[in-house]
């Protein structure tokens, strides 16, 4: 090749990679580089979900009823320690500082005699039946705002059922376990 052939073939390199630069810089002008607004995978996250699930709103107790017939009455007795501080369970047993608990179940609210109950509890009225019974020992001031019983409550349904149970027992007749219909009916079944 002369001289002339290979000053045209350098000319010609020239010219090609100033084209290529110019196509690179047209390209960038035409498609812009431009940020994505939206990830390419959107990952769904429920509103509020796994928070919404984890405090349900407060229903009040679980119910009992269902476990009550098979009931532990002796684990109730053990459990009746944290009562003790207030309470006597044995027929004839004395006011402390809570009432004389013989006979609770189904009894009328407040009426052991010679005890001082408070007016939240006395205008609060009704029977110690199991509905009330399983609202009261699960949170007492939850259930009756005002009452003087000091005592945070028995949070777990089987305990509430093995206290109850041993209500029960502490008395010159048992009451009647609850029907079918009434367990059905504390569920909301
Ligand atoms: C710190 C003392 C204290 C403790 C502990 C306590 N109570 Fe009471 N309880 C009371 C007082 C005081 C009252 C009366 C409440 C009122 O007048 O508002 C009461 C009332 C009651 C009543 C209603 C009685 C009625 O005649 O109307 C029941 C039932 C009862 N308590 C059960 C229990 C059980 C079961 C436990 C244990 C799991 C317990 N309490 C623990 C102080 C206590």
Same mark, same amino acid.
């Given at each position: 090749?002369?001289?002339?052939?290979?000053?045209?073939?350098?000319?010609?390199?020239?010219?090609?990679?100033?084209?290529?630069?110019?196509?690179?810089?047209?390209?960038?002008?035409?498609?812009?580089?431009?940020?994505?607004?939206?990830?390419?995978?959107?990952?769904?996250?429920?509103?509020?979900?796994?928070?919404?699930?984890?405090?349900p709103a407060d229903k009040g107790?679980?119910?009992?009823?269902?476990?009550?017939?098979? !009931?532990?009455?002796? +684990?109730? &007795?053990?459990?009746?320690?944290?009562?003790? =501080?207030?309470?006597?369970? @044995?027929?004839?047993? #004395?006011?402390?500082?809570?009432?004389?608990?013989?006979?609770?179940?189904?009894?009328?609210?407040?009426?052991?005699?010679?005890?001082?109950?408070?007016?939240?509890?006395?205008?609060?009225?009704?029977?110690?039946?199991?509905?009330?019974?399983?609202?009261?020992?699960?949170?007492?001031?939850?259930?009756?705002?005002?009452?003087?019983?000091?005592?945070?409550?028995?949070?777990?349904?089987?305990?509430? !059922?093995?206290?109850? +149970?041993? &209500?029960?027992?502490?008395?010159?007749?048992? =009451?009647?376990?609850?029907? @079918?219909?009434?367990? #059905?009916?504390?569920?909301?079944?």
């Open positions: 090749m002369d001289e002339l052939g290979l000053n045209k073939l350098f000319a010609g390199i020239l010219v090609a990679s100033l084209l290529l630069m110019t196509g690179v810089k047209l390209a960038e002008v035409l498609v812009p580089h431009s940020e994505l607004e939206q990830n390419a995978y959107v990952i769904e996250v429920p509103e509020g979900g796994a928070v919404a699930a984890a405090a107790p679980e119910p009992i009823m269902a476990l009550l017939a098979s !009931a532990d009455a002796v +684990a109730g &007795l053990k459990l009746a320690k944290k009562c003790t =501080a207030c309470h006597v369970f @044995d027929k004839g047993g #004395a006011n402390k500082v809570g009432p004389a608990l013989w006979n609770v179940v189904n009894a009328d609210k407040g009426v052991v005699e010679g005890f001082g109950y408070s007016n939240a509890l006395v205008e609060f009225g009704g029977e110690w039946d199991y509905v009330a019974l399983n609202a009261f020992l699960a949170k007492p001031k939850a259930y009756i705002s005002g009452t003087k019983m000091n005592f945070a409550g028995l949070k777990k349904p089987q305990d509430r !059922a093995n206290m109850i +149970a041993y &209500l029960r027992q502490q008395a010159d007749s048992p =009451a009647a376990l609850p029907t @079918d219909e009434q367990i #059905a009916a504390e569920s909301g079944s």
